[in-house]
């Protein structure tokens, strides 16, 4: 199994009581950690403006901001965001700006792109909220549009949509010039959903990695036999796409242990002005998760994962920011009992 890491930029509450001075500084030092432990493949940021579970006034970074910023204070590790919303950017103007981040990072981007679900951000950043068949036809001409930059430098497209007519990306990204006249484009593409007729068709077409249903077995192999499906219609190769799921990991080294990183999470969101309400259903998420227990028990969840075909685990610490002992005992003792 391979592991990602997501790093706290605020979206999930994960910097309250950091002075905002300080975030970049905590950001790049938990980054250039990551870079430094080659347990972790990746590092990822969220492509969101408002916090959850509750749109707070709390701080949240921007994601493409980060990309660029990681990419130059790291060497190693892969960079990606889970995911970036399609509609947030023009296509065209979005190739260009992965292209260039591409060409900073040395070829380590990856690229998070789905259709968009945060109702409340859309519509306070003026996107109003299509409904989710138009927001899947913009996710596929986007997707359409980036793999015709990547890998001839141009892209045409007279679409519902969007419209592009001759735009350019020179320097295509580095990871694209060995991909030349190929279909596969050659920064990683991540498509995140798991709508059984339009975004998993998408993920057939397009998609090097896919990012669904993250810990229920059951819902896990039923999205896995869609897929399988959609690639059997279009000629794809099913097992050339690797299947990812994102973990919310909250670990102890005993039932004690967990129950008090709970707690602490519990409290920090009341503290951050979530409402009660919704602290008691993001609480609920949390203590059911597949990946809250012991290290035993979470290496033991992940296993019966991965024998289903989950093979890339992305993991997000809420603590992190503030504590490290979680991310150390997850890397001590689940990392290696994966690997």
Known sequence: MRFGLFIPQGWRHDLVGIEPDQHWGVMAGLARRADGIRDWESIWVYDHFHPTPHPTEEAVHEAWSLMAAFAG????????????CMSYRNPAYLAKVAATVDVISEGRLEMGIGAGWYEHEWRAYGYGFPGAGERLERLREGVEIFRQMWTTGRATLDGK???????????????????????????????????????????????????????????????????????????????????????????????KEVQERLAWVEQHLRGAGVPDEVVGRTMETYRTGPAVGTPDQVASALADLQDLGMT???????????DLSGVELFEREVIPALR
């Open 161 to 255: 949509h969007y419209q592009v007519d001759g735009a350019m990306c020179f320097p295509k990204p580095l990871q694209g010039t060995a991909f030349e006249g190929s279909e596969r484009s050659g920064i990683p593409m991540w498509i995140a959903g798991g709508g059984e007729r339009k975004t998993l068709r998408i993920a057939a077409e397009y998609a090097d990695y896919t990012n669904f249903a993250g810990g229920d077995p059951e819902v896990f192999t039923h999205k896995s036999e869609i897929l399988k499906q959609h690639c059997a219609d279009l000629g794809r190769d099913f097992d050339t796409i690797t299947r990812s799921s994102n973990f919310n990991v909250v670990i102890g080294r005993n039932d």
């Open 73 to 84: 204070v790291t060497g190693r590790v892969r960079i990606g965001q889970m995911c970036t």
């Open 312 to 322: 890339y685990a992305i993991t997000n610490f809420v603590e992190s920011a503030y």
